[in-house]
């Protein structure tokens, strides 16, 4: 049964920081991973999809990394701003026939003027 | 382009009661997704629609929760009767169609918050 991690479960920056959360999984067969945002009483916003081939996906300040081997994924945060702040979930998409996500408990970050 | 519309955005009942949420997906997305996500975990799928078909609704309890999607766009998601432990976000999601010609990104809606008393 594939299981989602996310170490830390909560983290506090100063602004400017470089960061990186950290997702596992314990199935490498993953069709694709998906990196979310989520901004208290929202929403999930898709941020990143990483293809099982691909090994990382960058969009501005953001690069999510994907090692399937290992089962693990990071996003990395570059100069960091408290418009930052968010619960950040990753997800897997299983190579099954459901193809269904599987969410980790997400790690929420708080960063600090 | 609209994203993917829910509402009611808040809904607060007593528990036995009853309750439906809609969601309309985001135009020509054939997959739609419920999910349930309790506060500090991560969203669980409760149904997944391909067209107006069921894909997968395993995880869905079934004594209590129901959903449809007529004509194959917008779908609700009901609870009757309604108990303290589905107090909860309630995510509709969709993407293009689930399967390997997908890329599998999904959009999800705003939520529709539930509090059982």
């Known amino acids: 049964k594939q299981e989602v991690t996310q170490i830390p479960a909560a983290l506090s920056v100063p602004e400017g920081e470089n960061l990186v959360l950290n997702c596992s999984f314990t199935d490498s067969a993953i069709y694709n991973l998906q990196w979310f945002r989520q901004d208290p009483g929202k929403g999930l916003t898709s941020l990143l999809l990483?293809?099982?081939?691909?090994r990382e996906q960058t969009s501005g300040r953001l690069n999510a990394s994907l090692d399937k081997s290992s089962g693990r994924s990071t996003l990395y945060i570059a100069a960091s701003q408290p418009g930052d702040s968010a619960t950040y979930l990753c997800a897997v998409r299983p190579v099954d026939s459901s193809y269904k996500l599987i969410f980790g408990s997400g790690t929420r970050l708080l960063v600090r003027p | 382009e609209a994203g993917v519309a829910q509402s009611p955005r808040y809904k607060i009942i007593e528990k036995r009661q009853s309750v439906a949420f809609w969601c309309n997906p985001i135009?020509?997305?054939?997959?739609l997704y419920w999910y349930q996500q309790i506060l500090g975990q991560g969203p669980k799928l409760l149904i997944q629609?391909?067209?107006?078909?069921?894909?997968?609704d395993s995880q869905l309890p079934k004594d209590r929760f129901s959903a449809e999607r007529l004509k194959g766009v917008d779908s609700t998601l009901k609870i009757q009767p309604a108990k303290l432990e589905d107090s909860a976000v309630y995510l509709c999601?969709?993407?293009?169609?689930?399967?390997?010609?997908?890329?599998?990104?999904?959009?999800f809606g705003e939520g529709s918050r539930l509090t059982v008393l």
């Open positions: 135009s020509g997305h054939a997959t």
């Open positions: 999601a969709s993407s293009l169609r689930s399967g390997a010609l997908n890329t599998g990104e999904l959009f």
């Open positions: 990483i293809q099982s081939s691909q």
């Open positions: 629609f391909q067209n107006n078909g069921v894909v997968d």
